[in-house]
């Protein structure tokens, strides 16, 4: 099994940034791809960034020019880089790993990020 603990999170006022942090343990060497996605209050959970091997990458339109997403050479820690916050991006955040065959996804418990006016 895989295990991911994500850290970083927290509130800023508009306009800041923070950065997110997602590390995996247990069997990594089954992760494919390595992503962040988030869930508003009465929203559905939805694709952040995601990031494979190659390494390429993947962005919700939403968050384009000010997110990025970057992954260790050791390919087991995943980051975020949040600029430019908006309080539309307030949500809870969660990192995902996508294992190689039919092992069930795996997920962080997730990080709250607030993001104030």
């Known amino acids: 099994q895989v295990q991911l603990v994500e850290s970083g999170g927290g509130s800023v006022q508009a306009g800041g940034s923070l950065t997110l942090s997602c590390a995996a343990s247990?069997?990594?060497?089954?992760?494919?791809?390595m992503g962040w996605y988030r869930q508003a209050p009465g929203k559905q959970r939805e694709l952040v960034a995601r990031i494979a091997n190659g390494p390429s990458t993947l962005y919700a339109d939403s968050v384009k020019g000010r997110f990025t997403i970057s992954r260790d050479k050791a390919g087991n820690t995943v980051h975020l880089q949040m600029n430019s916050l908006k309080p539309e991006d307030t949500a809870v955040y969660y990192c995902?790993?996508?294992?190689?065959?039919?092992?069930?996804?795996?997920w962080g418990q997730g990080t709250q990020v607030t993001v104030s006016p």
């Open positions: 247990g069997d990594t060497f089954s992760i494919y791809l």
């Open positions: 995902h790993a996508d294992l190689v065959g039919t092992a069930p996804d795996a």
